[in-house]
């Protein structure tokens, strides 16, 4: 209807410059008012086609009818009595469900909180007190959040660390298996980058003092790296020998998108701890800590919690998230959506070499952008290929460690006519450049 973003939206943003800091981002300008079936509606009549889900989180669409019912009803019963002073059903039926639902079918249990940073905290604090020891192993290209341990545990400096130091003492990094990137090619990566990890860990932390091992299956902000198959389960399995908590946190990869429930269960991992949140309740703010009952229980009483983990509306959200994936069968949709995008952008690699590697899996998408050539990544290429997209109506999102990633995380419940047509806008905008 308008140029993106249009006066409306242009107006508010200059209301926003005003009243919140710049710190606080914005990937693409336009003011929403509506937003479902993977159309963002905006401030001036526009419609956008939504390759983001607000960063992973509206899987099950925006405003999805089983989310809003339960929502409804319960905000005119109770908003709130926090869980830790009086309890109600819906926070231990969510937990019910995410210890069924997550892999392996040992013993669970289950904290809720509100923020996928939160919760990746407390995994931390559940490892340490359970094995009593104090270090914590996190991968390169690793995101975990901007807390103050989760921006430590996080692998790039700009624009989450940034002078935002001193970090949390205790955390050490390792190579993660990067296929693309491996430098003696992808057939050794896994073996590889697997022994390198490990080979750290034992020399220059100690197997014996290492808490956890904090991953996520498929690294989401570090550019939707799927690590080389056998890496993940020699991690898990160098953990399971030594004592240490292996944490998997699928806080992106989670509630159905990439093709499966779990990131995980694609190599068969089972993770000790598993951290939830972003698809987990339809963009209510719930997060989740599911482990093993024996490493979960040892907590003392009070020493978990917060005052509005587990919040009831959020509570009823996720319920309406998990029961909307299994009667629409939102994991085979995720499939479909990657058997319907990666042809299509491999084709395009064919045709471009400015596209340096397409992968992931279901519909947690990316391209990574080069130096037509080589591998010398292309941000600038990225930047303009993102600004064509917004311009012409597709929301498309950027990631990477060298921020020359273009990541694509459409809700599940998009349309295929939607779907073909953000495509066919991103081929466009690839071509043109
Ligand atoms: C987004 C994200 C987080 C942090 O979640 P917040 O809700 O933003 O605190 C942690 N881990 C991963 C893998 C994420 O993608």
Redesign the pocket.
């Known amino acids: 209807m308008t140029a993106i973003p249009g006066p409306k939206s242009r107006e508010l943003l200059a209301r926003k410059q005003a009243a919140v800091p710049p710190g606080i981002g914005t990937a693409l300008p336009v003011f929403v008012t509506r937003a479902g079936g993977g159309v963002l509606q905006d401030a001036d009549g526009n419609s956008l086609i939504d390759f983001g889900s607000g960063?992973?989180v509206t899987s099950v669409g925006n405003a999805a009818p089983k989310v809003v019912e339960r929502v409804r009803r319960q905000v005119a019963d109770f908003t709130h009595t926090c869980f830790m002073v009086t309890p109600y059903e819906s926070y231990v039926r969510v937990c019910e469900k995410l210890n069924e639902l997550t892999p392996g079918d040992h013993d669970k249990r289950t904290v809720l909180v509100?923020?996928?940073?939160?919760?990746?905290e407390n995994a931390v604090k559940i490892a340490r007190h359970a094995t009593g020891r104090p270090a914590v192993v996190v991968f390169d290209h690793?995101?975990?959040?901007?807390?103050l341990l989760?921006m430590t545990l996080t692998a790039k400096n700009m624009p989450y660390k940034e002078k935002f130091g001193p970090f949390a003492p205790e955390v050490y990094r390792v190579p993660l298996a990067y296929p693309f990137r491996w430098p003696s090619g992808p057939e050794n990566c896994a073996e590889e980058a697997a022994e390198q990890a490990i080979d750290m860990i034992t020399k220059q932390v100690g197997a014996d003092n290492v808490a956890a091992v904090v991953i996520?299956p498929i690294?989401?902000?570090g550019g939707f790296v799927v690590p080389a198959r056998g890496f993940l389960p020699r991690v898990a399995e160098f953990c399971r020998t030594n004592g240490i908590v292996f944490v998997a946190?699928?806080?992106?990869?989670g509630f159905a998108r990439t093709g499966t429930m779990f990131a995980c269960e694609d190599e068969g991992i089972v993770p000790d701890i598993i951290?939830t949140?972003?698809g987990i309740a339809g963009g209510l703010?719930l997060?989740g800590v599911t482990g093993r009952a024996e490493i979960m229980d040892k907590v003392h009483a009070g020493g978990l919690g917060g005052t509005y983990g587990g919040n009831p509306l959020a509570c009823e959200a996720a319920l309406g998230v998990m029961e909307t994936i299994e009667e629409e069968d939102l994991v085979a949709r995720a499939r479909h959506i990657g058997d319907t995008m990666l042809p299509r952008l491999r084709a395009l690699q064919e045709r471009f070499d400015v596209i340096g590697d397409v992968r992931g899996r279901g519909a947690m998408i990316a391209i990574e952008l080069v130096e037509p050539g080589t591998k010398v990544p292309n941000p600038a290429a990225v930047q303009e290929i993102v600004r064509r997209c917004h311009a012409e109506g597709l929301l498309v999102l950027t990631a990477g460690t060298y921020g020359n990633v273009l990541r694509f995380l459409p809700p599940l419940v998009i349309p295929d006519h939607l779907l073909d047509e953000g495509l066919g806008i991103l081929e466009k905008a690839i071509a043109e450049l």
């Open positions: 960063i992973a509100s923020t996928g940073a939160e919760a990746v690793g995101y975990h959040g901007r807390t989760t996520e690294a989401g902000e946190d699928e806080v992106q990869t951290t949140a972003k703010p997060a």
